[in-house]
């Protein structure tokens, strides 16, 4: 198994925010933690539970090599739907910020309209953009 530089640290430093966003009656709460160099993050809103997992770490952009982009691998439990905000929010995470990140969401508001996932997935959006500012504030 290869090891990274921080998988070497006898000391993990564990520090995190958290963060709300809300538009309408749509309420969503992102716990965040670094953990080393690495990101967790935890996505929840309505009733909280675990629908997808999202894992990305940054890598060389193939398109461009001087710029920073991210691979990622999705687990979604059935029926949930949580595939498409932890894919982002974990790719732009990763890219962003060049650490590995993991996103846990869990969002449920029953009969839910299509306008309402747009805006559940806006707000998640947000949360992202924030979590990138909040991360970078706190390292430097």
Request: glycine share 8%.
């Amino acid at each position: 198994m290869k090891r990274s530089p921080s998988d070497s640290q006898e000391h993990v430093s564990v520090t995190g925010l958290q963060l709300k966003e809300k538009k309408g009656v749509f309420e969503i709460t992102a716990d965040v933690k670094s953990l080393g160099r690495d990101v967790i993050v935890m996505v929840y809103g309505g009733i909280a539970h675990i629908g997808a997992i999202g894992i990305a770490q940054p890598r060389q952009s193939l398109k461009d090599s001087k710029k920073v982009s991210a691979t990622s691998s999705v687990y979604t439990f059935i029926s949930h739907k949580e595939d498409i905000i932890v894919k982002a929010m974990s790719e732009k995470l990763a890219s962003r910020l060049n650490r590995k990140v993991v996103v846990i969401a869990g969002i449920h508001w029953d009969d839910l309209k299509p306008e309402d996932i747009s805006t559940i997935e806006e707000i998640c959006g947000l949360i992202t953009e924030k979590v990138v500012h909040g991360l970078k504030k706190k390292k430097g």
